[in-house]
């Protein structure tokens, strides 16, 4: 029997910021490879294994769908959270979505971010690991390298040659601790890596966690589906506690096996770990766009839109993005997560958005914002359209800049090419469609009291955001 893989894309990478913002996270960049962490990750079980499951949330399912496409991977299902309650009803509602017959069928659960360096050998261990399934639950532990506080333990004792009986977890201990288990080979690092039958977490769950169970389970039982992707009930699902594997399960269970991942791995949970994961220069520098290193060492610097210069420095973190710029010393980036928090306590868009935003039809450039006005590069993909709507606060210019635009305002429909522009006044009903072969781009000017991306308000939807 094959093994379903369940690949959880619904994290928000806010360690990674200013490049993972909350509407395009860190798994869905190309942080350092060609491929993006979740391309990676469903690449290593393609071959083997049956189709992937993957959970996301609705601002990424166009992401999810586009980038399974670039790399020639059909998904067996697509389920799409209401809103992220953490790794137990995600792995949850995977399982109960296809009833009983299902349980039967064994799971592996994969972050859809974390990187992994030899996908053999990561296959050798989950089929080394299957012939200890039984009913147990199976997680995969690193062996610590240095004491990290970021990373949560695993406490085990040796039950087989290379099989541990988990013992106790300790989420993010203390700097003493951490020394504490470096020096202690009973100690592991939680990859986050499950394995296991549909059966022996379903009864654990019912035991430990009745209530993820039976909101998850009430959810998959009204699920609705459009295009590729399935929706569980919101009510039942927001019924659950938000809450991870580890609390729901392994820290309760007597059935928690660990066995040691022989490869590389990383939650590339900082921009740090990233840099000890991305190949260097002679200078252990990593450099990624226009950027000029001088005199410098053990730096990761990354600009993609202007040319950024560093001399004589260290031990650096530089990230450049169109709208935002950290610097930080390596050792500092774990505390860039207070940095968001400070942010999203003053309302910033800066944590949701970048200067660029992808939309199912296409994306927009926001190139410059006012209190009172806002101007926008749109380009609108071959056969695609937005959303039939309207404003109540703000009124829109339009000119076209490249190919020809189908532009409906007020129930009157007519064409545009370059040079030519027309107005949309506030409350009037629109549309801008490309019928064209070739991208449609438009220079946009919004003028209003209110400019945010809240005031839409869709009339009718090719991408279900009615």
Excluded at 176 to 202: H, M, Q, R
Excluded at 267 to 290: F, I, V
Excluded at 447 to 454: A, F
Aim: aromatic share 10%; glycine share 4%.
């Amino acid at each position: 029997m094959l093994i379903t893989p369940i690949i959880l894309a619904g994290g928000s990478g806010t360690r990674l910021w200013p490049l993972s913002r909350k509407c395009y996270p860190k798994q869905f960049h190309k942080l350092n490879s060609d491929l993006t962490l979740f391309q990676e990750t469903t690449l290593r079980v393609k071959d083997g294994f049956s189709k992937p499951i993957i959970v996301c949330n609705e601002d990424h399912r166009f992401l999810v769908e586009e980038q399974l496409k670039e790399i020639n991977i059909e998904a067996g299902k697509i389920i799409l959270e209401p809103e992220g309650r953490n790794t137990a009803p995600a792995i949850s509602i995977s399982i109960l979505i296809n009833g009983p017959d299902n349980y039967r069928n064994k799971f592996l659960v994969l972050s859809a971010d974390h990187f992994i360096s030899d996908n053999s050998a990561f296959n050798e261990n989950i089929s080394h690991a299957s012939n200890y399934l039984k009913d147990n639950i199976l997680t995969f532990g690193i062996i610590p390298t240095f004491p990290s506080t970021d990373y949560g333990y695993i406490e085990t004792f040796k039950e087989g040659k290379r099989i541990y009986r988990i013992k106790k977890f300790t989420e993010k201990p203390s700097i003493a601790d951490a020394e504490k288990f470096l020096d202690d080979k009973n100690y592991f690092w939680n990859s986050g890596i499950f394995l296991f039958k549909g059966s022996t977490f379903i009864n654990e769950l019912k035991l430990h966690s009745p209530k993820i169970y039976e909101s998850c389970l009430n959810s998959t039982q009204k699920i609705t589906s459009d295009h590729n992707f399935i929706r569980v009930n919101s009510h039942d699902f927001l019924r659950s506690p938000s809450i991870s594997i580890d609390y729901a399960i392994m820290e309760k269970t007597s059935k928690g096996l660990l066995l040691p991942l022989t490869t590389k791995w990383s939650d590339l949970g900082t921009w740090n770990s990233l840099w000890a994961n991305s190949k260097k220069d002679s200078y252990n520098n990593y450099k990624m766009g226009p950027v000029t290193l001088i005199d410098s060492k053990n730096c990761y610097i990354r600009s993609k839109h202007r040319n950024t210069s560093v001399l004589g420095l260290e031990d650096l973190i530089v990230i450049d993005t169109k709208d935002a710029l950290v610097i930080s010393k390596k050792d500092s980036t774990n505390h860039i997560k207070d940095l968001v928090n400070s942010l999203e306590n003053s309302n910033s868009e800066l944590i949701t958005n970048h200067a660029r935003v992808l939309r199912p039809w296409g994306f927009y450039n926001s190139l410059q914002k006012a209190s009172f006005y806002q101007i926008k590069h749109i380009v609108i993909y071959p056969k695609k359209r937005i959303s039939l709507q309207k404003h109540q606060y703000r009124s829109e210019h339009w000119i076209i800049i490249k190919g020809v635009a189908t532009v409906t305002i007020d129930g009157n429909q007519f064409k545009l090419s370059a040079n030519e522009s027309t107005f949309v006044p506030i409350g009037s009903i629109h549309r801008l469609e490309n019928e064209t072969l070739k991208d449609l781009e438009i220079i946009e000017i919004q003028t209003g009291s209110y400019l945010n991306e809240d005031d839409i308000i869709r009339l009718d939807d090719d991408y279900q955001r009615v």
